[in-house]
């Protein structure tokens, strides 16, 4: 499974500039047309205006103040720059709504807010939760790095479901898949914070809207597993260890052309699910790109439909403590059955569980061989 997946992962990474590695939608569309607010409403009393294709953002009052699309959004590819001109905070609020106003500090709000702060190391990128949670998630010690101070950044945001995802000046900052979602549809916004000394720039914002997604938490309950929308399982796929990790290689393989057979994949992981591969960032280290089997399908079907993949799994260490277990399955991956040699091999690993009438997929996370990382021998040995 691992060189297709690979291909995958990459296609989610390069089929657009943003952060979401989620399925692309359609076109990009403009939210701010560079000449006037046309499609937007400002909430408050503070400055908001056109200047020389820019919107600017200025405390007057010091209470807070929003700039927000007339239009709601559910699930988007968001890309827009910002540029700092003071130390005041702000944000890019998505999937919200303004929900009153306050003569002592301005208008309320409720959604998901991505952080944008002037100072390096003030979680620019992060999820805080206006009306909610607070801060959901922030950025990794890379991610407090990215940004640009008193210059124009570049800011990338997916919403799509349950999942979030930022990146800053090309850095992940967060890929978050949210357990418990609040705020599911709602406006975009554009954020002065309380207290004064903001004073922000924005252009160059623009959307790409995605494909509906229910935003509902996958969470698998015991001796179920299974979300409504899987479809049943052949038993004799998953009535071993064995059977559904034979399975998962038969799905994904066949020829260029042949349609796999998709709900037979699907029938094999349990509810809430994740494929994670790791793949090279571009500082020379490595990185995670996580999704669901639902976007493995979306991204890997168009895939083979262009290319041969075969994967057959050459060996297998198997640890098992009553109803779960760990597999390191190693593979070898062909073009074609008949290739002699194989174009790759590596090593997937499976976290499986048995709900007591049969087994489940729960993860699969997979790294490539390579010349620097050779599969050791005790991988390449027997299937137990």
Same mark, same amino acid.
């Given at each position: 499974?691992?060189?297709?997946?690979?291909?995958?992962?990459?296609?989610?990474?390069?089929?657009?500039?943003?952060?979401? @590695?989620?399925?692309?939608?359609?076109?990009?569309?403009?939210?701010?047309?560079?000449?006037?607010?046309?499609?937007?409403?400002?909430?408050?009393?503070?400055?908001?205006?056109?200047?020389?294709?820019?919107?600017?953002?200025?405390?007057?009052?010091? +209470?807070?103040?929003?700039?927000?699309?007339?239009?709601?959004? *559910?699930?988007?590819?968001?890309?827009? /720059?910002?540029?700092? /001109?003071?130390?005041?905070?702000?944000?890019?609020?998505?999937?919200?709504?303004?929900?009153?106003?306050?003569?002592?500090?301005?208008?309320?709000?409720?959604?998901?807010?991505?952080?944008?702060?002037?100072? $390096?190391?003030?979680?620019? %990128?992060?999820?805080? /939760?206006? %009306?909610?949670?607070?801060?959901?998630?922030?950025?990794?010690?890379?991610?407090?790095?990215?940004?640009?101070?008193?210059?124009?950044?570049?800011?990338?945001?997916?919403?799509?479901?349950?999942? =979030?995802?930022?990146?800053?000046?090309?850095?992940?900052?967060?890929?978050?898949?949210?357990?418990?979602? +609040?705020?599911?549809?709602?406006?975009?916004?554009?954020?002065?914070?309380?207290?004064?000394?903001?004073?922000?720039?924005?252009?160059?914002?623009?959307?790409?809207?995605?494909?509906?997604?229910? %935003?509902?938490?996958?969470?698998?309950?015991?001796?179920?597993? @299974?979300?409504?929308?899987?479809?049943?399982?052949? $038993?004799?796929?998953?009535?071993?260890?064995?059977?559904?990790?034979?399975?998962?290689?038969?799905? =994904?393989?066949?020829?260029?052309?042949? *349609?796999?057979?998709?709900?037979?994949? *699907?029938?094999?992981?349990?509810?809430?699910?994740?494929?994670?591969?790791?793949?090279?960032?571009?500082?020379?280290?490595?990185?995670?790109?996580?999704?669901?089997?639902?976007?493995?399908?979306?991204?890997?079907?168009?895939?083979?439909?262009?290319?041969?993949?075969?994967?057959?799994?050459?060996?297998?260490?198997?640890? *098992?403590?009553?109803?779960?277990?760990?597999?390191?399955?190693?593979?070898?991956?062909?073009?074609?059955?008949?290739?002699?040699?194989?174009?790759?091999?590596?090593?997937?690993?499976? @976290?499986?569980?048995?709900?007591?009438?049969?087994?489940?997929?729960?993860?699969?996370?997979?790294?490539?061989?390579?010349?620097?990382?050779? =599969? $050791?021998?005790?991988?390449?040995?027997?299937?137990?």
């Amino acid at each position: 499974m691992q060189s297709v997946l690979n291909v995958i992962a990459a296609l989610i990474l390069l089929a657009m500039p943003s952060a979401a @590695q989620n399925a692309p939608g359609g076109a990009w569309s403009p939210l701010f047309n560079g000449k006037d607010l046309s499609g937007w409403t400002v909430n408050g009393t503070e400055k908001w205006v056109v200047e020389d294709g820019t919107i600017l953002g200025e405390s007057t009052t010091g +209470h807070y103040g929003y700039l927000t699309t007339d239009k709601t959004y *559910r699930d988007f590819n968001l890309r827009l /720059e910002f540029k700092p /001109e003071a130390k005041g905070n702000s944000g890019v609020f998505i999937r919200s709504r303004i929900t009153g106003n306050d003569p002592d500090h301005g208008p309320d709000i409720e959604g998901m807010q991505i952080e944008v702060d002037p100072t $390096p190391g003030n979680h620019t %990128g992060g999820l805080y /939760e206006s %009306g909610g949670r607070g801060w959901v998630i922030q950025p990794t010690p890379e991610g407090e790095q990215a940004l640009k101070p008193e210059t124009w950044n570049a800011l990338e945001i997916t919403a799509q479901g349950n999942h =979030i995802a930022t990146r800053l000046n090309g850095v992940q900052i967060v890929d978050y898949h949210d357990p418990r979602p +609040h705020f599911t549809n709602g406006v975009i916004g554009l954020q002065l914070h309380t207290g004064g000394g903001v004073k922000m720039r924005w252009k160059d914002i623009e959307i790409q809207e995605l494909p509906s997604s229910s %935003g509902q938490p996958t969470s698998a309950a015991p001796g179920a597993g @299974q979300s409504a929308a899987a479809p049943p399982a052949n $038993p004799a796929d998953v009535d071993s260890i064995g059977a559904v990790m034979l399975a998962a290689y038969d799905t =994904i393989s066949g020829p260029a052309g042949q *349609r796999r057979d998709w709900n037979r994949f *699907r029938s094999l992981f349990v509810s809430g699910a994740r494929l994670a591969a790791v793949v090279p960032d571009s500082k020379g280290g490595l990185r995670t790109v996580v999704m669901s089997p639902d976007e493995y399908v979306q991204h890997g079907d168009p895939y083979f439909q262009k290319n041969g993949f075969f994967e057959h799994e050459v060996a297998r260490r198997t640890e *098992r403590w009553a109803d779960i277990a760990q597999v390191f399955s190693t593979y070898e991956s062909r073009h074609s059955d008949a290739d002699p040699k194989p174009f790759e091999r590596g090593i997937n690993s499976f @976290q499986l569980m048995n709900d007591g009438h049969r087994w489940w997929i729960v993860t699969i996370f997979w790294q490539g061989e390579t010349a620097e990382t050779p =599969i $050791p021998k005790e991988y390449l040995e027997g299937l137990n």
